[in-house]
Every structure is written in C-alpha cells, then in structure tokens.
C-alpha cells in the first residue's frame, strides 16, 4: 500500500498555507487517510490541475460579513439586507467587547454570485437618492413659492390694517406690542407691556414674522408709534383698581369694551362710571344679589353650627346627667342605708354609671353588708385624718426649716409654704419677699 503524504510536504508541494490545507480536506478537495496523512492520488491530482485546484479553493474561502461586503465594495448592513436568504457555512459565536457576538461566515463563491445583485441595489439606490434630491428640490420651490405668498399676502394684510399714532388707542397699544414680539426688541418706556396678556398679540406677531418684514422695518413702525404707545401706557388703569370704581369684576365687562388685555383706559373708566350702561347696572345687581346670597349662606351656616353646637351641648349635659347616680339609688342597688352609702363616695364626689356597673359586677366584701359598709367609712376616715395628720407635721418641718434658713421668726413663714429644696430656697433668697425679710430689715 502506497504511503500517505504528511501535511508539511502537501503545503510544500501546492504552497498553500495551513487553515488552507484544512479548508481543502473539509471541502473534499483533498482526502485525508486514517492516519492523519492525505491520500496521494487527491495530492498528485491537484499537483497535474494546480490552477483549477487553487480556483476551486479559492471559491470555498469563508468570509465573514465584513470581509463579504468588502468583496462585493458595499457596507456590511448593506450586505447583510442583501444576503438575508443566503444560508451561512457555519455560524461561530465569539466572545468580545464584554459580550457574545454571532458570526456568520459564508462561501467566497455564493458571495461573488451577489455581485450583480449589489450593483443593482447600489445602483437603485443612487437613483432613489437622486429621485429623492429632485423631489426635495421640487417640493422645497413649492414650499418657496407658498411662503412668499403667504408673505406677499400676510404684507398686504398689515398696510391695510396698521394703525397710525392718533388712531384707536387700543390698537396702538396692540400693535406696539406685538411689533416688539416680531422685532425682539423691548424698549424702555414700553417694557410695561409685556407684562399685560392680551389674545390679539400672538396672532397679529405671527403674520408680522410671516410677512417676512427685515427687522429695521419692524422697528422703523415700532418707532412711529413708540411716542404715542407710551403715552397710552400712562393711561392703564391696573385690574384692581378698575374693578374698585365699577363695583364688578373687570371680566364681566362686555367683550367689546375698549381695553387692553385686562387693562382699562383712564377715559374709559371715568365715562362708565359717570354715566354707567345698562350693562354695568345690571352687573352690579347681580353682583349685589351674589353677595347678599353669599352673606346669607354665611349667616345660615353659621347659625346652622351654633344650633348644632347647643345641641351637642345638650347631648353631652344629658348624657353626664344620665350617667350620674344618687346616693339613694346606689344605696337601693346594694341594699344598704343611704347615709352609709354618702360616706363611700369616690374620690370624684360622684357615683358613675360605669363605676357602679363595675361595682355590681365585682362588689367589694365592704359593699356587701351595712356592717362592712360602716367599717369601711370608718377606715377612710381614719386614713384621711391621718394623712392630715402627716401633712400637717410635714408643713410644720418645713416652716421650722424655712425660719431656720433665712432667720425669721416661726410664725413669720406661711402655712402653706412648700418644701424647702435647696433651689427654692435659692429662688426665695433672689426674689427676698417681704416674709422672707429678718425683722430688722422689713
């Protein structure tokens, strides 16, 4: 049996490089034997055939999407659109840039089998652009021509409705502001203006800036009117005080009513209130009525909520009343003499609806005959006179220790002076009261 070929004398023989060789066996260009050597006959055939071999192997080279587009002279997306229904030769997933990518590698021939394709695409495509500039270009010139137009037509609008200085004041006022918003240019004594809202300022600046106007035309009409516009300005009398004069809210003022936004004119004013309309009368009727109405509620709530607290008042006094028991009806409950049952009282000095109900439910041994409820008067009465008793010696230590301290006669210190901690002695010695004082300096 013939021997094998090993792969360093293949690459010799055909001077392919290594993945070459391999890209061979794998493509069944060369037959590799058992023992990893290549079959001499594959070997002498692509010897006797070089150049049909290296065509061959060259048509199996795999080529990943970027070397693939670099072939076809197009960008990578592009190839990818165009070879979406071109099976891959193997696909190989390749960590990189912190992540997994998917790499696709297809056969050198099936790519240059797109070549046509792609030119034709590119091709399209330039024809698309080119289509596509021209229809921009077409639909720019209509878009210029609409818009001079409009300018011609918006121009044509504003001579033949601008006001001239000693016109409408209103509309003075109006116009000045709005050439301000189109010029962007705010002069002084005008500033005040753009501090007032009024709706036919937006719609008047919009069709200045249509018009097209250069802005030393915008600013040349401002200044014909810049004298006029700030005496007017002068003549704005504030929403306040308007509504002071009228009696009624500015905002039900009729909508045809001289005023600038929500500003009236001194002259204005002064004629609606020496001679009101029928309207400002009957605005301030309602306004009267509304008021009166107002005031009404107010006093019909009030007196609603004093009721209802006289009531609650009430509520609570029965409710105290009915939970309160005599001494004859407790001493009837336990079956015990009125006067025994008085001396039992609680320390409150009344008897609780919920005390005796507890009482009842767990009766105590001095609750459960006269003799038990007599022993137990007793009992606090002792205690109570001995705590008397105690306080009363207590009291007297203490006046004993106050004499002592600031050197005054016992009966000098009074009765119910309170125990003599060190910092009311300190407080006592800073404020020095009269009994405080030794008697040669009172």
């Not at 504003?158 to 301000?180: C, F, H, N, R, Y």
């Not at 600013?219 to 009624?248: C, D, H, K, Y």
């Not at 306080?391 to 009966?411: C, D, F, I, M």
Request: glycine share 4%; with cysteine.
């Amino acid at each position: 049996m013939a021997r094998g070929v090993g792969r360093n004398r293949v690459r010799e023989l055909l001077g392919l490089a290594i993945w070459e060789v391999e890209l061979a066996v794998e493509t069944g260009l060369l037959r590799r034997l058992p023992d990893r050597t290549f079959d001499p006959v594959s070997v002498n055939a692509a010897l006797a055939e070089a150049e049909r071999f290296r065509r061959l192997l060259a048509a199996e080279h795999r080529c990943n999407a970027t070397q693939a587009a670099a072939r076809l002279g197009i960008s990578a997306e592009r190839f990818k659109q165009i070879a979406a229904d071109l099976p891959p030769v193997s696909v190989e997933e390749v960590r990189k840039y912190g992540r997994t990518l998917v790499v696709r590698y297809y056969r050198a021939a099936d790519v240059d089998a797109l070549a046509d394709l792609a030119h034709a695409d590119a091709e399209l495509r330039a024809a698309a652009r080119a289509y596509s500039r021209s229809e921009a270009a077409r639909k720019a010139a209509r878009t210029r021509k609409l818009n001079l137009a409009r300018a011609v037509a918006a121009r044509a609008e504003i001579e033949a409705a601008k006001p001239v200085p000693d016109g409408d004041p209103v509309q003075v006022l109006v116009w000045s502001t709005a050439l301000m918003e189109a010029a962007s240019v705010w002069p002084g004594p005008l500033r005040r203006l753009r501090l007032i809202v009024d709706p036919r300022v937006p719609p008047l600046a919009a069709t200045l800036r249509e018009a097209r106007m250069p802005r030393a035309e915008l600013e040349a009409m401002l200044n014909a009117l810049l004298n006029r516009a700030t005496e007017l300005i002068a003549l704005l009398v504030l929403p306040e005080a308007a509504e002071r004069e009228l009696g009624v809210p500015i905002d039900q003022a009729p909508a045809d009513l001289p005023r600038f936004g929500d500003h009236l004119l001194s002259h204005v004013l002064h004629e609606l209130v020496s001679a009101p309309p029928p309207w400002l009368l009957q605005a301030r009727a309602d306004q009267e009525w509304r008021l009166a109405a107002l005031a009404e509620a107010r006093r019909a709530a009030a007196e609603f909520s004093r009721r209802d607290q006289a009531e609650q008042a009430a509520v609570e006094a029965a409710a105290r009343a009915a939970s309160r028991l005599s001494d004859t009806a407790v001493a009837e409950l336990f079956g015990l003499p009125p006067d025994a049952i008085r001396l039992l009282r609680p320390n409150s000095g009344r008897w609780s609806a919920e005390h005796v109900a507890r009482l009842l439910r767990n009766t105590p041994p001095w609750l459960r005959t006269e003799s038990a409820a007599r022993a137990e008067a007793d009992r606090r009465r002792r205690h109570a006179d001995n705590r008397a008793a105690r306080l009363a010696e207590r009291q007297l230590s203490w006046r004993h220790r106050w004499a002592e301290v600031l050197g005054v006669p016992l009966e000098q210190v009074p009765p119910a002076i309170g125990r003599p901690s060190p910092g009311a002695i300190e407080a006592i010695r800073r404020e020095s009261p009269s009994w405080a004082r030794p008697p040669s300096s009172c």
